[in-house]
């Protein structure tokens, strides 16, 4: 069974411009959440979707955005990409809420 | 917020021994898991343990919910098992957020 997929693996893009990174989930699993990190740190959660509705949103500012489709797959988009922005974005999915989860590859993302 | 401590922050040890590393967590917890992310950044589910004991092959995992903490322990350590291991909560109520600690480095010597 596939795990996890995430693209792309890497991404460089340049200040100001927008990024989209895609997930797809465990067959199966209808949670997706959504996770930044930067280096020498922990992930920091940044979304939860649950049935295609959002069911958490960390601390992170409106340029982040996220959107679960109905195979359950999910997309990030950050806007005016900033420097601060440069992190290893990972996506994670669950069977359910309250389930263990499986984290993917992720995206590593250099703004330039 | 809940706040997720690891112990030690840096582990150096040599190939054979035996380690236990440390999760203290600061309010009541839904789920706990336990990570390792290997070099290229791929995390890597060791233990869903939210309470109790679960054993696998070298690896053991124990959380203690009452008293707020988890332990791993690697046995027989092996220079593969090399990495940043994180123990990660999720709060009770509706968010369903992950919670990670700082992680523990590990490193194994030939």
């Known amino acids: 069974d596939a795990g996890v997929t995430q693209s792309p693996t890497h991404l460089i893009k340049t200040r100001g411009q927008h990024v989209t990174l895609r997930c797809s989930p465990i067959?199966?699993?209808?949670?997706v959440s959504w996770y930044q990190q930067v280096l020498g740190q922990g992930p920091q959660f940044i979304f939860q979707y649950y049935e295609k509705e959002e069911r958490g949103r960390g601390n992170f500012p409106d340029r982040f955005s996220a959107r679960q489709f109905p195979n359950y797959s999910s997309e990030l988009n950050v806007n005016a990409l900033l420097l601060g922005d440069s992190a290893l974005y990972l996506c994670?999915?669950?069977?359910?809420?309250?389930?263990?989860?499986?984290f993917g590859s992720g995206t590593r993302l250099t703004v330039v | 917020g809940i706040q997720v401590e690891q112990s030690p922050p840096d582990l150096i040890l040599q190939e054979g021994a035996n380690s236990t590393l440390r999760c203290n967590f600061s309010?009541?917890?839904?789920?706990l898991q336990w990570f390792h992310q290997n070099p290229w950044g791929q995390l890597i589910n060791l233990f869903y343990?939210?309470?109790g004991t679960k054993q696998n092959g070298r690896l053991s995992a124990t959380t203690v919910a009452t008293e707020r903490y988890s332990l791993l322990y690697i046995s027989s350590s092996q220079t593969t098992d090399s990495g940043v291991y994180f123990c990660?909560?999720?709060?009770?109520?509706?968010?369903?957020?992950?919670?990670f600690g700082a992680g523990t480095r590990l490193t194994v010597k030939p």
């Open positions: 309010d009541s917890v839904n789920n």
């Open positions: 067959s199966g699993h209808k949670s």
């Open positions: 990660a909560v999720e709060p009770g109520g509706y968010n369903n957020d992950m919670r």
């Open positions: 343990i939210p309470s």
């Open positions: 994670a999915s669950s069977l359910a809420l309250n389930y263990g989860y499986t």
